[in-house]
């Protein structure tokens, strides 16, 4: 019989931890929290010092029963959840409950005395590997009050601001709608982004540009920066076609040559909050599921010959710490694989940021013996693809900088009768000269502005680094010059003007959302993805091509609750609150005076708001729009998708249309467009509408004919060969393309398919990929063909 019971969170982990522990232990899982605030009402009691009421979770019975049987018959139990805040509040309740159970009397024969509750200990896992479960089972420690109340203090704030808000916005605008502390301020991050990008005004201004040639190839460009000693940049095209004239005749001459040895240094290990940017750059991975493959990484993998091994450090960190023997791991490593020039002098050493709390290393690999390559026929594709990418980090981590030579060429151009000291073009060029840490991992802050991939040891882990090939290294940046010496004469071969426009600021994508979040203080690494998550599911953003725009819905919901809740609203406001959160944690402030501070303040401006805030659904916002039907004015009301025009006679008419508003208010009709085909079951015609981004096609008879069906793009199904593609809408809000067929064909893309076949290996299609910085390339469509049939078009990019 076990002696001692151990209780984790997860199964995986059970199962690891058990084998590594032996016999003398039980280890169970709690399946995550086992106790929560009830779903039906507040759960705290605000007169009572804020006080939760917990109740076991319903799914979370049995299992909790097990847990309590089993601590009965045992002398010590370890909770080992993990080691944040969330698993220390798992270990609090399974320990209240060991304690309230120790003191029932058991019923039987003869009624059984409460027996002493068992020993409870805590022990915190750091890493799923037999030193890791070592250490901690040889460092048990009392549970952490200040820990259990920092989560509390999240847990009860969230729920008072939630489960207040969330009712008014349904009394407001509609049913089933959510705010939340942290969610809704996201989502203004993303408001606020949107509103920048409208209110933008693009200047234009030009450049000119000088292709020259000296006594050995190969030519080189040159921009022009300075006009009599001072700088220029041209504002209209005129402007560029007079220095143009006044330099075309030359003569140009080199000035000036500088060089100098620039380094750049290797990036630290993974931080929560860098690992869901990366993955999401390099791998393409959502942030949820990339904490999700990460966490199966880190409960352990069945390797043939060692059992069940953690193979990354525990996921949910904002530290950049890295234990000794870790690093003395890597340098042993990359002293092996890479030899000693890549090996600094002494292990790179890297400063966490301010906020940080330090309770947990870095992510990294938990041993180098296991390199990705040595698991290619044991992980997963994407289990692969991550690990793989967390190793090369590492590895980069603790690796020598890179070292490139950059040159930096004056040429003066001083034509008789121009202006008092000529005009001044600049060519730049880089060349790497020791790839140092970029030998196994291409960061994203390559000054070319290329898209890099994790290398790796043995090649790319995905991304278009990978499919781009790039993984060799970085490339030259800017030009491939010359030999040339100062006082040179250079021969001018074309002068070329181009016209250029300033750019709004860039749309967040999921991983600059996570980056802005943090970098605001918002969230902790533990709900970085949860946030992102939530935010698309409750409809409030959706994700275009790759980037965040605020739905309809959004906007309205975040410009109300700005208006009523100012406080809980403001960004600033919302990292203090991380911050006091952390401060409980470290024991210098209390509990209750956190959630007193908060709640005067917000209580009075929810029942301000019951009052005053606009009743949108409610809401019939004149047009003076004729109805087309009976003739009575059409009017704005909002729906589920949004705002939309409907009869203000309804339901006696049930027009409806789609419109649009002009930047001075002003409301535009959207006509349908034909969709070329009558209804098969009244015989009006078709028309093309839009839900979520996907476009279908419904009867112009609705509401009085509601037959509708998916639009076609034109292109049969390379699968079945019968049905049409389609476009259709997933869950998440994200475009993608399916046959027509469904269920029965279960064909699916998410990029477009074009027609054609593959030349490389007769796929009945081709397909759209677009690629970073928007260019889109021709691609089979064929999973695992690697036929490219070259670029569409490009744009820009951040």
């Given amino acids: 019989m076990a002696k001692s019971l151990v209780v984790v969170e997860s199964p995986a982990k059970a199962k690891t931890i058990q084998k590594i522990l032996g016999k003398g232990f039980k280890v169970l899982s709690s399946m995550g929290h086992v106790m929560d605030l009830p779903k039906s009402r507040l759960g705290v009691d605000v007169e009572n010092g804020f006080a939760p009421r917990y109740i076991v979770i319903k799914d979370r019975k049995k299992v909790l029963g097990e847990i309590l049987e089993a601590s009965r018959s045992v002398k010590t139990v370890y909770l080992a959840p993990d080691p944040d805040r969330e698993g220390e509040a798992i270990a609090w309740h399974i320990a209240d409950a060991i304690r309230s159970d120790a003191g029932k009397k058991r019923k039987g024969k003869a009624k059984e005395a409460p027996k002493g509750a068992a020993e409870v200990r805590r022990v915190l896992f750091h890493e799923i590997t037999k030193k890791g479960i070592t250490q901690g089972m040889s460092d048990p420690r009392s549970l952490d009050r200040n820990r259990y109340d920092s989560q509390q203090a999240r847990r009860i704030l969230d729920r008072l601001v939630g489960y207040t808000l969330s009712p008014l916005l349904w009394s407001k605008v509609r049913r089933g709608l959510s705010a939340g502390r942290v969610q809704s301020v996201a989502v203004k991050i993303v408001c606020r982004r949107e509103q920048e990008i409208s209110s933008f005004v693009p200047e234009e201004y030009w450049s000119l540009t000088a292709r020259l040639a000296g006594s050995a ?3 080189f460009l040159s921009k022009l920066v300075e006009a009599g000693g001072t700088k220029v940049r041209p504002r209209t095209e005129q402007e560029t076609l007079e220095l143009r004239k006044a330099v075309e005749n030359g003569p140009c001459v080199v000035r000036e040559i500088r060089k100098k040895l620039r380094r750049r240094m290797a990036p630290a290990p993974f931080t929560t909050s860098k690992i869901q940017q990366e993955a999401a750059r390099v791998l393409r991975m959502p942030p949820y599921k990339t904490m999700m493959v990460a966490q199966s990484l880190y409960e352990g993998i069945d390797i043939p010959g060692e059992g069940l091994v953690g193979l990354i450090t525990y996921m949910r960190t904002d530290s950049v710490r890295v234990a000794d023997e870790a690093l003395l791991a890597a340098r042993e490593y ?18 966490n940021r301010k906020s940080a709390q330090d309770a947990h290393e870095a992510i990294r690999p938990t041993s180098m013996e296991h390199s990705p390559d040595s698991l290619k026929s044991i992980l997963s594709r994407d289990q692969l693809r991550l690990y793989r990418l967390i190793w090369s980090r590492f590895v980069a981590s603790q690796m020598a900088p890179a070292e490139f030579e950059q040159t930096t060429i004056d040429i003066l151009c001083d034509p008789v009768g121009g202006v008092a000291g000529g005009f001044l073009f600049r060519a730049t060029g880089s060349v790497p000269k020791f790839l140092g840490y970029l030998e196994v991992y291409q960061d994203g802050s390559n000054g070319n502005g290329r898209q890099a991939g994790a ?9 278009n680094g990978g499919e781009n090939g790039e993984a060799e290294g970085e490339k030259a940046e800017g030009n491939l010059l010359p030999v040339l010496s100062e006082g040179d004469r250079l021969d001018l071969k074309e002068l070329v003007g181009a016209q250029h426009f300033t750019q709004p600021p860039p749309r967040f994508s999921e991983s600059s959302l996570i980056k802005e979040l943090e970098e605001q203080g918002i969230g902790r690494p533990s709900t970085y993805a949860a946030i992102v998550k939530t935010i698309k599911d409750r409809g409030y953003v959706r994700l275009e091509e790759g980037r965040f725009r605020p739905t309809e819905l959004g906007g309205i919901v975040t410009g109300l609750l700005e208006e009523s809740f100012p406080k809980v609203m403001d960004v600033a406001f919302t990292a203090r609150m991380e911050e006091e959160l952390d401060q409980i944690e470290e024991g210098e402030r209390e509990f209750g005076r956190t959630l007193s501070d908060f709640y005067l303040p917000f209580s009075e401006e929810l029942e301000r708001a019951k009052l005053s805030m606009p009743k949108v659904k409610d809401e019939l916002i004149a047009t003076g729009i004729a109805c087309q039907a009976c003739g009575g004015e059409m009017v704005i009301r909002f729906g589920r998708a949004g705002r939309f025009l409907a009869c203000r006679n309804y339901p006696e008419c049930r027009n409806t249309s789609n419109f649009r ?15 070329g085909v009558a209804c098969d079951k009244c015989g009006k015609p078709m028309v093309v509408r839009r839900w979520k981004g996907a476009r279908y096609i419904a009867c112009s008879g609705y509401p009085d004919c509601r037959n509708s069906r998916p639009f076609p793009i034109g292109v049969a199904c390379p699968e079945c060969g019968q049905g049409d593609i389609v476009e259709r809408t997933s869950r998440m809000g994200k475009l993608f393309y399916s046959c027509s067929r469904f269920p029965e064909c279960r064909f699916a893309s998410w990029n477009r398919l074009v027609d054609g076949e593959c030349p490389l290996c ?3 299609a081709m397909a759209e990929k677009v690629r970073k910085g928007g260019t889109t390339e021709i691609v089979c469509a064929r999973k695992g063909c690697g036929e490219k049939r070259g670029k569409k078009s490009s744009g820009a990019t951040e």
């Fill in 217 to 219: 190839p190969p030519p």
């Fill in 334 to 351: 990359i002293k092996t694989a890479h030899g000693e020039a890549y090996l600094p002098q002494s292990p790179n050493v890297y400063k």
């Fill in 455 to 463: 290398a790796g040891e043995g090649g790319a882990p995905g991304g």
């Fill in 661 to 675: 508003e002009t930047a001075e208010g002003k409301i535009e009709l959207l006509a349908d467009e034909e969709a």
């Fill in 762 to 764: 007769g796929y009945k």
